[in-house]
């Protein structure tokens, strides 16, 4: 599993800046820093990583991407594809958003030494990619095998991206550019927060979406990352649990930023295509919460378990579409949806009946057990029942895990003090606050300074997972080819890396579609025993 960020960006100094602009500088402030980084870990340990102060970052390898592939069956003509479908190609700085770029700082984009353009793409040492994504700066983390290494990695890119701005500003002197973790501009504007999760390609898509649409209107009651507004663009006075419910317009489909689908069904495996499917979850939002997080992975990982075998509960909700976005405006978590079958249901309660499918199979299975289980399981289903049954007596130990709680908490205590209406600017400036990834800044971040928000992993496991890879995926050898051999290293993907050596015209692509190859375990000793990329090369391929 996996997660996708595009931040929120803004130069206070620059209100009407260019966003595309803006990333871009970002991305490529964040690929000097590295550079730097790289250059003087290579002159201490004597490697190939002292390459120098200029950049170097491997592009990324687009030949395996299939945006336009539908899990359906079929594949949408390029002819019909909406423009932000076309992920396939590399993102570059057209004309158009260099004319509409603010101010003379902007335009003068190139590097002045090399003449190069900024960078739109990286590759990082920890597995990760970090890119301009249309109008966004985007991280997308490293594959991980469960839930809390997934929390792990997503708050990793927050420090990647926190490194970058404050490196951009450091280095460029015209005002900073702030990044927020959040999911909507309040214009009409929302920006993903994705997750994936890989399958088996045998379970039949419709079962996949039949199983989760119910699933997906409802646990945003668990990971909604609360939001001030209503509408799309926000117009709306009041609060609601989630950034995306309003923003969503389908039950299922292709699309991810037009006509949005409860289920996405695009159908581009990042793997061995004929054996696994990747889910493409775009209905999420971004958390700062360390435990909203790790329920939206955890919870949802046990309920894919549930549809592969057959499991999960037989749930249809009339009408959908309105059914999470009525969901979402009811911070009573009273309102009750109705099911075709006639029944009515809160979220709280369709989330129970989950739990419960989830709890039977994992004590059937022994993977929930606490001792003798995978670990993992056992975990999750005690942080949702706990979880569940405070938000259902309204414990207020829920506000410490929940983080659309915890921001309508701070939200009302403002409110009650200064006699605020729902609509008052000052209530939409915390809201923003909220989620600047800026932990001098962010109110996320007070919180948990002052204990009021719940921690699950320490932060220097984060820290750790900013510049190193997870060691039980291929995410392992993709992290480790960039950070020992930066220079040898010109292109990666999820499913590929790509090494081109001095005195060499081709270069050599390695495959990796199994994800849970070129682990630690399995590749841990190449690196140790070789420096010099051409070497390594040789012995990865097992030539004399």
């Known amino acids: 599993m996996g997660s996708e960020t595009e931040y929120g960006i803004h130069a206070p ?100 030494e090399s003449g190069e353009q900024p960078l739109m793409n990286m590759v990082l040492g920890n597995g990760a990619r970090f890119y301009v994504d249309h109008a966004h700066p985007e991280y997308s983390s490293p594959e991980v095998t469960n839930p809390r290494d997934a929390v792990i990695w997503d708050a990793a890119g927050d420090l990647v991206a926190l490194d970058a701005i404050r490196a ?3 280095e460029d002197g015209s005002g900073p550019v702030n990044l927020y973790k959040n999911n909507t501009d309040n214009k009409a504007v929302s920006y993903g927060s994705h997750e994936n999760y890989l399958m088996p390609r045998a379970v039949p898509f419709s079962s996949i979406a039949e199983g989760l649409i119910p699933f997906f209107l409802s646990r945003q009651v668990l990971c909604g990352a609360g939001r001030l507004g209503m509408g799309q663009d926000g117009r709306g006075s009041g609060y609601q649990i989630s950034q995306r419910a309003d923003f969503f317009e389908a039950e299922v489909g ?45 919870t949802t990982s046990l309920v894919l378990g549930l549809i592969e075998a057959g499991r999960v509960p037989r749930l249809q909700v009339f009408e959908p579409v309105a059914a999470l976005q009525e969901i979402s405006h009811d911070t009573t978590l009273t309102h009750q949806v109705r099911l075709i079958d006639g029944r009515r249901m809160t979220a ?122 997870p060691a039980d995926t291929r995410a392992f050898f993709r992290g480790m080819c960039l950070s020992r ?16 050596l001095p005195g060499q015209s081709r270069a050599t692509r390695i495959p990796t579609r199994e994800p849970l190859r070129g682990t630690r375990e399995l590749t841990g000793a190449l690196f140790d025993d070789h420096q010099d990329a051409g070497e390594f090369l040789r012995a990865l391929l097992r030539e004399p």
């Not at 292709?254 to 793997?271: C, G, K, M």
């Not at 054996?275 to 360390?290: C, F, M, P, Q, T």
């Not at 995978?374 to 410490?400: P, S």
Request: hydrophobic share 40%; net charge negative; charged share 25%.
């Open 485 to 500: 051999f930066p220079r040898a290293v010109t292109g990666a993907s999820w499913d590929s890396v790509i090494f081109r």
């Open 168 to 170: 951009l500003d450091a």
């Open 254 to 298: 292709l699309e991810t930023t037009i006509r949005r689908p409860i289920v996405n069904t695009r159908d581009e495996p990042h793997a061995t295509a004929d054996k696994y499917r990747r889910l493409h979850v775009i209905i999420g939002d971004a958390n700062l919460s360390e435990y909203a997080n790790y329920l939206k992975f955890g």
């Open 348 to 469: 709280v309660e369709l989330q129970w009946l989950y739990y419960e499918a989830a709890r039977a199979f994992a004590e059937e299975s022994g993977a929930g057990h606490p001792t003798q289980g995978d670990g993992q399981t056992h975990a999750v289903l005690t942080a949702w029942e706990e979880t569940l049954g405070w938000l259902e007596q309204g414990d207020e130990r829920a506000a410490q895990r929940v983080e659309w709680l915890a921001k309508l908490r701070l939200l009302e205590g403002y409110r009650e003090r200064g006699g605020l209406a729902w609509d008052d600017a000052r209530l939409g400036l915390i809201d923003l606050q909220w989620s600047d990834i800026r932990p001098e800044k962010g109110l996320y971040h007070r919180l948990v300074r002052h204990g009021r928000m719940a921690k699950l992993v320490d932060d220097a496991e984060i820290a750790a997972a900013a510049t190193a890879p």
């Open 13 to 112: 100094q620059a209100p009407t800046a260019n966003a595309t602009v803006l990333s871009a500088r970002v991305i490529d402030a964040y690929a000097r820093l590295t550079s730097a980084r790289q250059s003087g870990a290579g002159s201490a340990a004597g490697s190939e990583s002292g390459a120098g102060s200029r950049r170097t970052a491997a592009g990324w390898d687009y030949s395996d991407e299939e945006p336009l592939h539908d899990a359906r069956g079929w594949s949408l003509p390029r002819a019909h594809a909406h423009p932000s479908q076309l992920t396939d190609v590399a993102p570059v700085l057209d004309a158009t958003a260099v004319a509409l770029a603010h101010g003379r700082a902007e335009l003068d984009y190139s590097d002045v």
